[in-house]
């Protein structure tokens, strides 16, 4: 058990014993050594919870009803959640929408030292500047303290993309889009999807074809990373899962690089601020 | 070998003959297959169904709700709730559409034959209880008492009004409409078919019930059927489900184990109640 | 024991590409894949198991199953009849999967007949696997690493060479006309993987379908596609018209089957809004009983293979060899 792994279980126990909540979302580890999120419901289940930089979801997307549809009738149980910094910033996001009540969620918000795919540091995570929620209930410190990288572009590579020719680009996203399988796990990971409905599986009006080729997949990616423009968090959730490596995150920071040019907005800074494609602000003034 | 132009997996074509309103947003949709093989081949029992196409939307399943023995002319019912349905209420007589079937088990009329009949049809449902009805009044000496509970939300639901007297001068038929919700000067029953069904309070004695309606209606018809003394081997229903195939491929209908399209949709309640998965 | 050389069969298979079309293992964005291939050098020969299922070949992720030209009158035509393919490399878990389609697709009257046009055009040679890998459990589910089921010719890797056993009368005719050399030994027994879980017959999976550990085991389903879509067996579908062409007569359209799954949320709604499996539980439950109950009961195979990619692509977490390992016990504790 580690040092943040202990800070985890006592406070979930804490959350259990006072029946301040009745689950607590974290992560374990599963019999082959992966990580993989669990709901703990009693204190005799907390020592399941582990930590470390493969614990790499949002399990803010665990939050909303109506994603994962507990049945009709159910009351909203009030839960506390694990979360690193960029996804409690989620949580700021879909209590801002009204999709989370504040009073319903205990966040548990872990100093952050990076999350990893597949073994390697996320992009995000190179240049992040934040390693301290900012937003928590129970703040879980790291055993030393944690090294903040030197200030950089964060948006370098995405630059660098920006310098390609549009037929580059298509050609660069075409194939990465070409191996999707339009499995939607990017979207059912992703804390700011959460429509009962997608439009991509919309039926009436049909607006986008069941086909798994290319036009569709890259209609599906590409409209969802506008619906995603200054609400997504960064926290990389959707890349995480993707079984094909797709890299997702790219294509969101490039839009998130827009909004902050052009709108000077994060997502997520607060419960008030709301995503600028999705509020009308009669003083704005687009520096185009 | 195989038979990759059956009707049962590649449409026939068949032309629209007639739009009749039965009720609001519901449409009695009658068509003749072009093929003159197909019209006569196609035969089916009360209770299968067919899967529709409209061409350039897609297909769906609707119950058959015409007696294969009174002619060519095959009928279903229409309520227009989705993109098909709503497609379908633009067509006109002379449009083609696609018919694959007959599909499904139907219900056993051999098995009803001596037996008094209770028929509960909710809705819509009632439009695949309509050749079980026509088929006893085209062979009344093979049935006992046939008894017709009709339910709908509101009048203006009802489906096969102008049949009504037509099915209640055959011998031995007593039918008896109720809507949830009554306007003033309605000569029928207020209420839902559960509590009509317990003021009739049918005998048991050698009685089959026949329902068809929502799921909700179905399984109070059938807590309310159990009260009045009726077994579950004495029930049958017919179910819904989404469907894509019809013919047990695609995955869509399964309840538990059961397949409705295949061994559905028309079920013994005993059998039902065997279902892993709720049908409701 | 007959036996073919690295090199003879490099040959064989180059000659069998210059007739036909070869799907084989290949790397492609940095996974394994089947895949047509153009040149046999392309093969990827040491691999665990492909990224992907090759259901592909029988069942493409998209395709037309039906035209409809409508103008004056409707015209519906069939798909043209699919290219004779030969899949190449197959794992034997794989060429399984092949067995468990057909049993759904072909042997269940009515036989589907676009899958029936792909499935008349395959052979299937298998590469038997040297071990059973981490989360490979087919032994579990009735196969094994050099199972030869469903294969016309399966290929067992020796020290200089492929062992090569001609499964079907299919098998024998192709490799009649190849000059093989006789070989007195026997190919390695394949490593099996130890300390599987027992499957339960179907029949007795009924008795824990209400139990608690199923809602436990769903709460962290996404209810997204991905245990589907590298399943080799799942074959659930969409299918929906789409227009290809507008002409001044009228149009053309084409009827699409792509793949779909039953643990998508809106699976099962139906036009008017009525969802019977509307929460994950229901959903997650449909998946493994079909699998395990439902399939083998109404097809008369096991609906899984056990190639285990679903417990590598879960991003949840969820593991088919826990289920498993969880139903012997819950039937085990009700025992006592």
Same mark, same amino acid.
């Given at each position: 058990?580690?040092?943040?792994?202990?800070?985890?279980?006592?406070?979930?126990?804490?959350?259990?014993?006072?029946?301040?909540?009745?689950?607590?979302?974290?992560?374990?580890?599963?019999?082959?050594?992966?990580?993989?999120?669990?709901?703990?419901?009693?204190?005799?289940?907390?020592?399941?919870?582990?930590?470390?930089?493969?614990?790499?979801?949002?399990?803010?997307?665990?939050?909303?009803?109506?994603?994962?549809?507990?049945?009709?009738?159910?009351?909203?149980?009030?839960?506390?959640?694990?979360?690193?910094?960029?996804?409690?910033?989620?949580?700021?996001?879909?209590?801002?929408?009204?999709?989370?009540?504040?009073?319903?969620?205990?966040?548990?918000?872990?100093?952050?030292?990076?999350?990893?795919?597949?073994?390697? @540091?996320?992009?995000?995570?190179?240049?992040?500047?934040?390693?301290?929620?900012?937003?928590?209930?129970?703040?879980?410190?790291?055993?030393?303290?944690?090294?903040?990288?030197?200030?950089?572009?964060?948006?370098?590579?995405?630059?660098?993309?920006?310098?390609?020719?549009?037929?580059?680009?298509?050609?660069?996203?075409?194939?990465?889009?070409?191996?999707?399988?339009?499995?939607?796990?990017?979207?059912?990971?992703?804390?700011?999807?959460?429509?009962?409905?997608?439009?991509?599986?919309? @039926?009436?009006?049909?607006?986008?074809?069941?086909?798994?080729?290319?036009?569709?997949?890259?209609?599906?990616?590409?409209?969802?990373?506008?619906?995603?423009?200054?609400?997504?968090?960064?926290?990389?959730?959707?890349?995480?899962?993707?079984?094909?490596?797709?890299?997702?995150?790219?294509?969101?920071?490039?839009?998130?690089?827009?909004?902050?040019?052009?709108?000077?907005?994060?997502?997520?800074?607060?419960?008030?601020?709301?995503?600028?494609?999705?509020?009308?602000?009669?003083?704005?003034?687009?520096?185009? | 070998?195989?038979?990759?132009?059956?009707?049962?997996?590649?449409?026939?074509?068949?032309?629209?003959?007639?739009?009749?309103?039965?009720?609001?947003?519901?449409?009695?949709?009658?068509?003749?297959?072009?093929?003159?093989?197909?019209?006569?081949?196609?035969?089916?029992?009360?209770?299968?169904?067919?899967?529709?196409?409209?061409?350039?939307?897609?297909?769906?399943?609707?119950?058959?709700?015409?007696?294969?023995?009174?002619?060519?002319?095959?009928?279903?019912?229409?309520?227009?709730?989705?993109?098909?349905?709503?497609?379908?209420?633009?067509?006109?007589?002379?449009?083609?559409?696609?018919?694959?079937?007959?599909?499904?088990?139907?219900?056993?009329?051999?098995?009803?034959?001596?037996?008094?009949?209770?028929?509960?049809?909710?809705?819509?449902?009632?439009?695949? @209880?309509?050749?079980?009805?026509?088929?006893?009044?085209?062979?009344?000496?093979?049935?006992?008492?046939?008894?017709?509970?009709?339910?709908?939300?509101?009048?203006?639901?009802?489906?096969?009004?102008?049949?009504?007297?037509?099915?209640?001068?055959?011998?031995?038929?007593?039918?008896?409409?109720?809507?949830?919700?009554?306007?003033?000067?309605?000569?029928?029953?207020?209420?839902?078919?559960?509590?009509?069904?317990?003021?009739?309070?049918?005998?048991?004695?050698?009685?089959?019930?026949?329902?068809?309606?929502?799921?909700?209606?179905?399984?109070?018809?059938?807590?309310?059927?159990?009260?009045?003394?009726?077994?579950?081997?004495?029930?049958?229903?017919?179910?819904?489900?989404?469907?894509?195939?019809?013919?047990?491929?695609?995955?869509?209908?399964?309840?538990?184990?059961?397949?409705?399209?295949?061994?559905?949709?028309?079920?013994?309640?005993?059998?039902?109640?065997?279902?892993?998965?709720?049908?409701? | 024991?007959?036996?073919?050389?690295?090199?003879?069969?490099?040959?064989?298979?180059?000659?069998?590409?210059?007739?036909?079309?070869?799907?084989?293992?290949?790397?492609?964005?940095?996974?394994?894949?089947?895949?047509?291939?153009?040149?046999?050098?392309?093969?990827?020969?040491?691999?665990?198991?492909?990224?992907?299922?090759?259901?592909?070949?029988?069942?493409?992720?998209?395709?037309?199953?039906?035209?409809?030209?409508?103008?004056?009158?409707?015209?519906?035509?069939?798909?043209?009849?699919?290219?004779?393919?030969?899949?190449?490399?197959?794992?034997?878990?794989?060429?399984?999967?092949?067995?468990?389609?057909?049993?759904?697709?072909?042997?269940?009257?009515?036989?589907?007949?676009?899958?029936?046009?792909?499935?008349?055009?395959?052979?299937?040679?298998?590469?038997?696997?040297?071990?059973?890998?981490?989360?490979?459990?087919?032994?579990?589910?009735?196969?094994?690493?050099?199972?030869?089921?469903?294969?016309?010719?399966?290929?067992?890797?020796?020290?200089?060479?492929?062992?090569?056993?001609?499964?079907?009368?299919?098998?024998?005719?192709?490799?009649?006309?190849?000059?093989?050399?006789?070989?007195?030994?026997?190919?390695?027994?394949?490593?099996?993987?130890?300390?599987?879980?027992?499957?339960?017959?179907?029949?007795?999976?009924?008795?824990?379908?209400?139990?608690?550990?199923?809602?436990?085991?769903?709460?962290?389903?996404?209810?997204?596609?991905?245990?589907?879509?590298?399943?080799?067996?799942?074959?659930?579908?969409?299918?929906?018209?789409?227009?290809?062409?507008?002409?001044?007569?009228?149009?053309?359209?084409?009827?699409?089957?792509?793949?779909?799954?039953?643990?998508?949320?809106?699976?099962?709604?139906?036009?008017?809004?009525?969802?019977?499996?509307?929460?994950?539980?229901?959903?997650?439950?449909?998946?493994?009983?079909?699998?395990?109950?439902?399939?083998?009961?109404?097809?008369?195979?096991?609906?899984?293979?056990?190639?285990?990619?679903?417990?590598?692509?879960?991003?949840?977490?969820?593991?088919?060899?826990?289920?498993?390992?969880?139903?012997?016990?819950? @039937?085990?504790?009700?025992?006592?």
């Amino acid at each position: 058990m580690t040092f943040i792994e202990d800070q985890i279980r006592q406070t979930a126990r804490k959350y259990l014993e006072n029946d301040e909540v009745s689950c607590v979302i974290g992560y374990e580890r599963d019999t082959r050594g992966r990580s993989r999120p669990v709901f703990i419901e009693s204190v005799d289940q907390v020592d399941r919870l582990v930590w470390g930089p493969d614990c790499n979801l949002n399990l803010a997307s665990y939050l909303h009803e109506r994603k994962h549809s507990p049945g009709k009738d159910q009351p909203i149980p009030k839960t506390a959640v694990v979360l690193r910094p960029c996804d409690t910033r989620a949580i700021n996001l879909l209590i801002n929408e009204q999709q989370v009540a504040r009073e319903n969620v205990r966040i548990i918000g872990v100093t952050c030292e990076g999350s990893e795919i597949n073994g390697s @540091l996320r992009v995000d995570c190179e240049f992040c500047q934040e390693r301290v929620p900012p937003l928590y209930d129970d703040l879980i410190l790291t055993e030393l303290p944690v090294e903040v990288p030197e200030s950089a572009d964060p948006y370098a590579d995405i630059n660098e993309m920006d310098q390609w020719t549009p037929e580059e680009r298509l050609a660069f996203w075409t194939s990465e889009f070409d191996r999707c399988i339009r499995c939607y796990a990017c979207r059912q990971a992703c804390p700011g999807c959460y429509c009962f409905e997608c439009v991509a599986e919309k @039926l009436d009006p049909h607006w986008v074809s069941i086909a798994l080729e290319v036009p569709e997949k890259m209609f599906f990616h590409v409209m969802r990373a506008y619906h995603l423009a200054g609400r997504c968090v960064g926290c990389g959730a959707c890349e995480a899962v993707c079984p094909m490596d797709i890299p997702l995150g790219k294509l969101n920071r490039k839009v998130a690089k827009e909004i902050l040019e052009l709108f000077d907005y994060r997502t997520g800074d607060s419960i008030e601020t709301h995503p600028p494609l999705v509020c009308f602000n009669p003083n704005e003034r687009l520096n185009l | 070998m195989l038979d990759t132009n059956s009707i049962l997996t590649t449409p026939g074509l068949a032309t629209i003959k007639g739009m009749k309103d039965l009720a609001d947003n519901i449409k009695l949709v009658q068509v003749r297959f072009d093929d003159p093989d197909a019209r006569k081949n196609f035969s089916y029992a009360p209770g299968q169904f067919a899967e529709v196409s409209v061409f350039g939307v897609g297909e769906s399943p609707f119950g058959l709700a015409s007696s294969s023995e009174r002619g060519d002319i095959v009928e279903f019912a229409v309520n227009r709730v989705g993109t098909l349905t709503e497609a379908l209420f633009r067509l006109d007589v002379g449009d083609q559409i696609g018919l694959r079937g007959p599909l499904g088990n139907g219900f056993p009329m051999d098995r009803f034959k001596g037996k008094n009949i209770v028929i509960l049809g909710g809705g819509i449902g009632g439009a695949p @209880l309509r050749p079980i009805i026509q088929t006893i009044l085209d062979h009344r000496g093979d049935y006992g008492k046939l008894t017709i509970l009709w339910a709908a939300r509101s009048p203006d639901l009802l489906v096969f009004t102008d049949e009504y007297d037509l099915w209640q001068q055959a011998p031995d038929v007593e039918m008896f409409l109720t809507v949830d919700k009554a306007p003033a000067g309605w000569p029928h029953e207020e209420g839902l078919i559960t509590t009509l069904l317990e003021k009739i309070n049918p005998s048991t004695d050698n009685t089959i019930t026949i329902t068809c309606g929502p799921p909700i209606m179905i399984k109070f018809a059938m807590m309310t059927l159990e009260k009045l003394g009726f077994q579950p081997d004495q029930n049958w229903v017919t179910l819904e489900a989404k469907m894509k195939c019809g013919i047990g491929k695609c995955g869509r209908c399964n309840m538990g184990g059961v397949y409705i399209c295949t061994e559905g949709p028309v079920f013994c309640f005993s059998e039902v109640r065997q279902f892993l998965e709720s049908f409701v | 024991m007959k036996v073919i050389s690295q090199e003879q069969l490099n040959l064989w298979l180059a000659d069998l590409l210059k007739q036909t079309v070869v799907v084989a293992p290949i790397e492609k964005h940095g996974k394994i894949q089947y895949q047509e291939i153009n040149s046999i050098s392309q093969i990827v020969w040491d691999f665990t198991r492909p990224e992907l299922p090759p259901r592909n070949w029988v069942i493409p992720m998209t395709e037309p199953i039906l035209f409809i030209e409508q103008g004056p009158t409707t015209v519906l035509k069939q798909p043209d009849l699919p290219h004779e393919k030969i899949l190449f490399g197959l794992r034997p878990c794989d060429s399984r999967s092949f067995k468990v389609l057909d049993a759904l697709f072909w042997d269940k009257e009515p036989a589907d007949p676009q899958y029936a046009r792909h499935r008349q055009a395959l052979t299937l040679i298998g590469l038997a696997c040297p071990e059973m890998w981490d989360s490979c459990f087919c032994t579990v589910v009735g196969g094994a690493p050099d199972d030869t089921e469903g294969l016309d010719i399966l290929l067992t890797r020796i020290d200089d060479g492929f062992a090569v056993q001609a499964i079907t009368e299919k098998g024998q005719a192709l490799v009649s006309g190849l000059d093989l050399l006789q070989w007195s030994g026997v190919p390695a027994d394949p490593s099996e993987a130890r300390g599987l879980p027992k499957l339960h017959e179907s029949a007795e999976w009924a008795a824990v379908f209400k139990d608690v550990f199923w809602k436990e085991l769903s709460h962290a389903c996404l209810s997204c596609r991905v245990c589907s879509f590298v399943c080799p067996t799942c074959r659930c579908y969409d299918v929906r018209d789409e227009v290809i062409a507008i002409c001044p007569n009228g149009k053309v359209y084409e009827r699409l089957r792509a793949w779909d799954t039953c643990t998508s949320m809106g699976y099962r709604r139906i036009a008017g809004g009525h969802n019977p499996r509307e929460t994950q539980v229901k959903r997650l439950k449909n998946r493994f009983y079909c699998k395990f109950m439902y399939y083998p009961e109404d097809f008369g195979v096991l609906g899984c293979v056990g190639c285990g990619r679903c417990i590598d692509a879960c991003p949840a977490g969820i593991d088919i060899l826990e289920v498993v390992e969880k139903v012997d016990l819950k @039937l085990a504790q009700a025992q006592i």
